[in-house]
């Protein structure tokens, strides 16, 4: 489980597409010394298993469904990506519950910057907006985000310096792809209303 709070924006090394799946190898800094085999790692909002590292980067194998559900197919050399690792019980709860199972991909519509903020508006796919509501929690990207407004199937969030400065989101651009998970709990809600009213 991870908070979408990210730590620490790595760059990726190396995707190795192998069959229906592949291997991602990433470069990073602060969190390597807390990886080795086994370690899960969130990368992009998505949570990856490690199959090996060393003081510099980090290898995971890439299932056929992430690369269905998620971007990493199009990852290429050089490319930043958010990093987080697991929750612990030492640290705080900052952002909202983000499960690293990417929902599916939304797609950046605009992002407009206003002075040292910016709008952020994405496009949805139809099956996910009914788990997103006005003032609720999403994750782009695995970074846990508040929604501001839905017009349709378009969902703006408010990207604060931070955001923009500590995460890959203010390297958008229209026609980009990006990892999307929403809520578990209304993910949770919804199911159960719909087996009550059934």
Same mark, same amino acid.
Do not use: W
């Given at each position: 489980?991870?908070?979408?709070? *990210?730590? +620490?924006?790595?760059?990726?090394?190396?995707?190795? %597409? /192998?069959? /229906?799946?592949?291997?991602?190898?990433?470069?990073? @800094?602060?969190?390597?010394? !807390?990886?080795?085999?086994?370690?899960?790692?969130?990368?992009?909002?998505?949570?990856?298993?490690?199959?090996?590292?060393?003081?510099?980067?980090?290898?995971?194998?890439?299932?056929?469904?992430?690369? %269905?559900?998620?971007?990493? &197919?199009?990852?290429?050399?050089?490319?930043? *990506?958010?990093?987080?690792?697991?929750?612990?019980? =030492?640290?705080?709860?900052? @952002?909202?519950?983000?499960? @690293?199972?990417?929902?599916?991909?939304?797609?950046? $519509?605009?992002?407009?910057?206003?002075?040292?903020?910016? &709008?952020?508006?994405?496009?949805?796919? %139809?099956?996910?907006?009914?788990?997103?509501?006005? /003032? @609720?929690?999403?994750?782009?990207?695995?970074?846990?985000? $508040?929604?501001?407004?839905?017009?349709?199937?378009? *969902?703006? *969030?408010?990207?604060?310096?931070?955001?923009?400065?500590?995460?890959?989101?203010? &390297?958008?651009?229209?026609? !980009?792809?990006? =990892?999307?998970?929403? !809520?578990?709990?209304? /993910?949770?809600? %919804?199911?159960?209303? +719909?087996?009550?009213?059934?």
């Amino acid at each position: 489980m991870f908070t979408g709070i *990210v730590e +620490e924006v790595g760059r990726v090394a190396r995707f190795d %597409k /192998k069959g /229906k799946g592949g291997f991602l190898t990433v470069e990073a @800094g602060k969190i390597i010394g !807390d990886l080795g085999e086994g370690s899960s790692v969130n990368v992009d909002g998505i949570c990856l298993t490690v199959i090996s590292a060393d003081a510099s980067r980090f290898s995971a194998e890439i299932s056929p469904e992430t690369l %269905k559900r998620g971007i990493i &197919d199009s990852y290429r050399p050089g490319r930043r *990506v958010n990093l987080e690792r697991p929750l612990t019980a =030492n640290r705080f709860m900052g @952002g909202h519950i983000v499960q @690293g199972h990417v929902d599916a991909s939304a797609r950046v $519509t605009s992002l407009i910057r206003r002075g040292d903020h910016a &709008d952020l508006r994405v496009l949805v796919p %139809k099956e996910q907006m009914g788990y997103i509501v006005p /003032k @609720g929690s999403i994750a782009l990207n695995g970074v846990s985000l $508040t929604v501001a407004t839905i017009r349709r199937e378009h *969902v703006v *969030v408010a990207l604060i310096p931070t955001t923009l400065r500590e995460t890959n989101l203010g &390297d958008c651009r229209r026609g !980009d792809r990006l =990892n999307l998970e929403v !809520d578990i709990i209304g /993910k949770y809600v %919804k199911t159960f209303m +719909e087996a009550y009213y059934r």
